[in-house]
C-alpha cells in the first residue's frame, strides 16, 4: 500500500520536478515527509508569494511548470498574487495547497476558505483531489493544461485525509508529447500576399515570441525577410538586440521615438503579441495593416483589432512563411534610415555624470558589468520604462520584466529563480525600495541557498513612479513617501554582503566587486527621477509636435 502523498511527489518526480519552493503547514506534513524521502529539494521561503514568484519564473525560463506548496486558507490565499503575475504573464506553475480533512471536520470551518473558488478566476484550472487513487492521473493532466499555449498557473489542493489515505499502487500516467500544429496554409498566403505589398513594413515582438520554443524561428523569419523589427517590454530578446534591424523597444504606449517608425509603417507583423501587456501603440481607424502571428488567435480590444491571423506553432509557422516571402521584398528595409535617429535619441545622456544616479545613467553602466547571457530581474517602478527602453538585449529571456500584472515585490524571487536555474551566468535583481520591502525577507532563503546573486535597491524613500504621475497630474505631494532602513545593515543582518554607491564614479565599480565577490550582495544607490518629465514628458511632447508640424 502507498500513501497519497507518496503518490503525489512519485507523480511530481515522473514529470521532473526537482524543486518545490514554498511554507508548508500541518496540512501538508504527509507530503513533506513523502519528499524528504525523495529526490525532490524542499526549498523553503519566507513567504507564500515569493515561493509563487520563482515557481511562475521557473515556468518562464524554462517553459515547464515550476511547483510551490502552501497549506490551506491563509497560506494558499498568499499564492493569489503570484498566480495572478503567471496567469496574465502565461507562465505554466503548479500550486500545491492544503486542506482540513473532507471526510470529517473535527476542527468545524477553522482557517477554512473555499480556495478552489478563490483560485478559478486566476488559473487555468483549480482542482480539489477527492481520491488518492487519481493523484497520478490529475497531476498528468496538471502539467499538461499549465503548458499548453496559452501557458499558465494552474491549482491542486490535496486535503490532509486523502494525502494520508493510502491505497493500492496506482501506474504513472505516461508523458506523451504534444506538438502544436503549423499555421493554415491558406492563413500563410494569405500573410504572405499582404507583406508583399507593403511598402513600409515592421516586425512587433510580443511576450509570447518569448516562449524557450520560439526564439529560433523568429530570428530566422527576421533575418531572412530583412525586415526592422521593434519589440514590446516583454519581447525584448527575443532577437538579438544589437542586429542591425533592431529600432527600439516600446515601453510607452505612443509618442515615444520609436512610434516614428510605428507611425510611417503601412504593416506590422505582430509576432507573439498579447493584449495582457500595456498596448506597445494605439491601433486605429488609419493606421497600418496588421498580421497577428501566434500560437492563439488574437484577442480582439479596442486598441488591437489585426486584419489577419496566422496561428500556430511560431518558429515553424514562420519558416514556412519566410519561404513565400524571402528575396521578394524590395521595401524590407523602408523603414530602416530612421533607426539611426530613434536609438541614438534614447541614448542621449546616457553617460551623464550627475548625482544622485540618472535612469539613463543608471541603465548604461549596469549593462558594462551585465554579460550577454547575463540576468537582470526587474521588480516594478518607474526605473522599468527606462530599463525597457535603454537597456539592449542580446539573448531571450535576459530582461525579466513584468507588463502584464505589472506587480511590485516579484524582482527578488524572480532573480533567485534565474540564479538557480544558471548559476553560471550573472544576475542581478533591480528594485525600487518600495517594492524590495515587500519580499526583502528572501534575503535570508537567498543566502541559505548560496547564491551568487547582486541585488540592486534605488533609494528615493517614496513609491516613485505614482508619485512622479500625481505630480505630473498636477496634484498635490502627498502620502507616497517613506523611511528606509539602512539597507547595507539590513542586508548583513541576513549574512548578506552590502554596499552603499556614494558618488556616480562609485557605481560601476561597486557593482563589479559585488559580482567578483560572490555571494547574495545588495547594493544601495540614490536614484534621481527628475529625468521622468523632462524626457518622458516634455521632450516627447515637443518631438510629437514637430512631426505633426
Not at 511547483?67 to 497560506?75: D, E, M, R
Not at 491505497?167 to 499582404?194: C, F, S, T
Amino acid at each position: 500500500m502507498v500513501k497519497g502523498s507518496d503518490l503525489l511527489v512519485a507523480a511530481l518526480e515522473h514529470e521532473g520536478v526537482d524543486r518545490i519552493f514554498g511554507v508548508p503547514g500541518e496540512e501538508n506534513l504527509d507530503v513533506v515527509e513523502s519528499l524528504r524521502n525523495s529526490k525532490i529539494e524542499l526549498v523553503l521561503t519566507r513567504h507564500e508569494q515569493a515561493a509563487a514568484f520563482m515557481a511562475a519564473t521557473h515556468g518562464r525560463l524554462t517553459g515547464r511548470p515550476g511547483v510551490c506548496i502552501a497549506t490551506l486558507g491563509p497560506g494558499a490565499l498568499n499564492f493569489s498574487t503570484g498566480a495572478a503575475y503567471a496567469h496574465l504573464g502565461a507562465m505554466p506553475m503548479l500550486m500545491l495547497t492544503g486542506q482540513k480533512a473532507i471526510m470529517s471536520s473535527r476542527q468545524a470551518r477553522f482557517q477554512i476558505v473555499d480556495v478552489i473558488a478563490a483560485m478559478k478566476p486566476l488559473t487555468k484550472m483549480s482542482r480539489q483531489i477527492v481520491s488518492a487513487a487519481s493523484i497520478p492521473t490529475l497531476v498528468r493532466d496538471a502539467f499538461r493544461v499549465a503548458m499548453e499555449e496559452r501557458p499558465g498557473p494552474v491549482l491542486l489542493e490535496l486535503p490532509e485525509d486523502i494525502a494520508g489515505d493510502e491505497v493500492e499502487p496506482v501506474p504513472m500516467v505516461p508523458i506523451h508529447p504534444i506538438d502544436i500544429p503549423v499555421a493554415h496554409r491558406a492563413a500563410l498566403d494569405r500573410a504572405a500576399a499582404i507583406i508583399l505589398a507593403a511598402k513600409r513594413p515592421l516586425i512587433m515582438l510580443g511576450a509570447a515570441a518569448s516562449r524557450p520554443r520560439s526564439t529560433f524561428g523568429i530570428a530566422s523569419f527576421v533575418r531572412r525577410t530583412g525586415i526592422p523589427f521593434f519589440t514590446t517590454q516583454m519581447g525584448k530578446g527575443t532577437v538579438p538586440g544589437g542586429t542591425s534591424l533592431y529600432m527600439g523597444t516600446t515601453a510607452l504606449s505612443e509618442r515615444d521615438y520609436v512610434h516614428e517608425a510605428i507611425d510611417q509603417a503601412d504593416l506590422i507583423i505582430a509576432i507573439g503579441h498579447d493584449t495582457v501587456e500595456k498596448p506597445p501603440f494605439i491601433m486605429g481607424p488609419q493606421g497600418p495593416q496588421v498580421i497577428h502571428v501566434s500560437y492563439t488567435p488574437a484577442t480582439v480590444e479596442q486598441v488591437y483589432f489585426p486584419d489577419a491571423e496566422v496561428v500556430g506553432d511560431v518558429g515553424p509557422s514562420l519558416e514556412v512563411l519566410a519561404d513565400r516571402v524571402e528575396g521578394k521584398l524590395p521595401n524590407a528595409k523602408a523603414l530602416l534610415p530612421l533607426r539611426e535617429g530613434i536609438l541614438g535619441r534614447i541614448a542621449d545622456r546616457a553617460t551623464e555624470s550627475r548625482w544622485p544616479v540618472t535612469p539613463q545613467r543608471l541603465v548604461h553602466d549596469i549593462r558594462q558589468v551585465i554579460p550577454e547571457n547575463g540576468i537582470v530581474a526587474l521588480d516594478n517602478g518607474m526605473y522599468k520604462i527606462w530599463f525597457a527602453r535603454n537597456y539592449r538585449t542580446y539573448v531571450a529571456n535576459t530582461l525579466l520584466l513584468d507588463n502584464a500584472l505589472a506587480t511590485m515585490g516579484a524582482g527578488l524571487p524572480s532573480a533567485m529563480m534565474a540564479a538557480m536555474l544558471h548559476p553560471d551566468r550573472r544576475v542581478m535583481a533591480i528594485c525600487g525600495d518600495g517594492g524590495f520591502m515587500m519580499n526583502s525577507q528572501e534575503l535570508e532563503t537567498a543566502v541559505r541557498l548560496k547564491l551568487n546573486l547582486v541585488v540592486l535597491v534605488l533609494n528615493d524613500g517614496a513609491y516613485g513612479m505614482i508619485r512622479w504621475k500625481q505630480a505630473v497630474d498636477a496634484f498635490p505631494d502627498f502620502g507616497l513617501t517613506f523611511g528606509n532602513p539602512d539597507f547595507v545593515r539590513y542586508a548583513e543582518s541576513y549574512g548578506a554582503k552590502g554596499s552603499r554607491v556614494t558618488s556616480i564614479d562609485g557605481l560601476l565599480p561597486t557593482l563589479e566587486a559585488a559580482f567578483k565577490g560572490g555571494g547574495v550582495h545588495l547594493v544601495d544607490v540614490a536614484i534621481d527621477y527628475s529625468e521622468n518629465t523632462r524626457v518622458l514628458v516634455d521632450e516627447l511632447q515637443a518631438a510629437a509636435q514637430h512631426r505633426r508640424a
